[in-house]
């Protein structure tokens, strides 16, 4: 039951480093303990604690870990494939769901879609030779003579790949008992809000946290959760528990940050995440709403110099590289924001946030079919078969989405997008701008008049919509004043709510161009960032995103 030596030393070396802030030499020395004995479950947990590897090295190890796991341990690669693979912790939300039915909590919805709080490599770090990390990507060769705790040798073992993966993945987690337990239900509470699932994750780390209230590992997602879900009293007595029972550890004073960026005081956020990360230098969530609570009151300088520090701290994170990305769109850098944002996506290429903010430096480039493949791949388009949960944290996609359409001429499609983000935030005046427009520039003069009475109706002194009602109902009125008539009485108002166009030429060709949106990362609080695009000197119409 003992480990190997080798594993030993490893990860006493791999500590060492750590602690020398040496963390390129630590996540080597932690490989090599895993490598040398695959039940070094401390390694692992240590390369994801402190966001050690980027999204392709822990696909090449969990590879390799899954060839060396003994079939007579199956359960071993089961838990592997929940803490490495998100897809699979996903997958394992039925199981999950399942079993809090019949335990008298609510079930869990499966949802594949971001922790807010969650990794400085070069985006070739994954390409190397190093045996580390199992070898160069697409390596297909198996390491001579793994060895087994019993110190055998062992070929590559590709049932457990199947036992633990595929279909079989539901079953699985009861199969060995991993249902109650609460690192499993952690990872899959954090796949969960990486997926933008808040409700989901929430139900789950309320689960672990009710049975031992002092779980402190599930601490950082619930209290990420209980932020985006708004719920002030239950986190205000999560973190007044904590900083009462648990005064030294960071995940304390990282709950009451939270529990101030919730309320909008962010100096006290700032204050309190400063604290955590004293206690604990390596604390991964602590960093991030460091930086958060700056970049919320628009300090930028301040911001950039603690996600910087992060990028230093955490090699495999891609949300500080994101996170300057997005202050430098903000500021209108857009080349230096485009260089940051991509280096996120080398560290994490399926991530949603990093997705959409992709799409935004596409399509402030005028690349609108890069901008709506970047959208897509978030937003799930109407009706396409898309995930049942998550809508509110792909609704500025989709929004945006409509956008790139727009912009390429396809306005129907850009039509269907906007109507599809209403129907996830019914109560958006830029939207219903937007979908105004939209439907200005097919023709569809009484749809448009419509949309801008609703989006005048949320925001009277929105500029750019009155100007378009007043020129929709000067180019209705010319073409057809009987049916204008019957549209309603909110003609004669309308025109008033709105400049007049001043004898203008109409806004109905594919060139009109309006203020489309960019987007910051959906994790509260942040800011936003907006592209402009204006011509024919038409006032400013504002989209807000993420």
Known sequence: GRLSSAACLHLVAARAHTAQDCLALAARQYVLAVQADVFCVEAIDALLTHRMLASEQQKLLLQELLNRVPQSDAWLACYY??????????????????????????????????????????????????????????STSTPSAPLGRDGGQRPAQTWARKAAGGAGAAPAINTYGLEHNADVLSSIAESHYDAGDYAAAYSISARVLQADPYELACVPVHCC?????????????????????YPQRAESWFAVGVYYQLIGEHENARRYFSKATTLQHHFVPAWIGFAHAFAAQ?????????????TRLFAGCPLPWLGIGVEYLRTNHHALAEQYIRQAHALAPEHPLVLHELGVVHFYKGEYEEACRAFAAVAHEPGTKAPPAAAEAREPSLCNLGHSYRKLGRYADAVRCYEGALAVSPHSPATYAALGFA??????????????HQALALRPDDTFTAEMLSRALEEALDSDPIELTAVGGGSAGG????????????????GRATRAAAGSLSRAPRTRAAVTDDVDELPDMEVTAM
Request: hydrophobic share 40%; glycine share 12%; charged share 15%.
């Open 298 to 310: 628009d300090e930028s300088d301040q911001a950039m110099v603690a996600y910087r520090t992060a």
């Open 439 to 452: 439907s200005q520039l097919m023709g569809d003069l009484h749809s448009a008049i419509v949309h801008y």
């Open 81 to 138: 494939q929940c803490k490495l693979d998100q897809s699979f912790a996903l997958e394992l939300s039925e199981a999950v769901g399942a079993v809090g039915a019949s335990g008298g909590t609510a079930s869990v919805a499966v949802a594949k879609q971001p922790h807010p709080y969650a990794a400085h490599v070069h985006p070739s770090s994954t390409e190397g030779a190093d045996p580390a990390f199992g070898g160069p990507t697409g």
């Open 225 to 245: 959760t209980l932020l985006q879900l708004r719920r002030k009293p239950e986190l205000f007595a999560l973190a007044h528990k904590l900083a009462e029972g």
């Open 495 to 510: 025109a008033a709510a709105g400049p007049s166009s001043g004898g203008r030429g109409t806004g109905h060709s594919a």
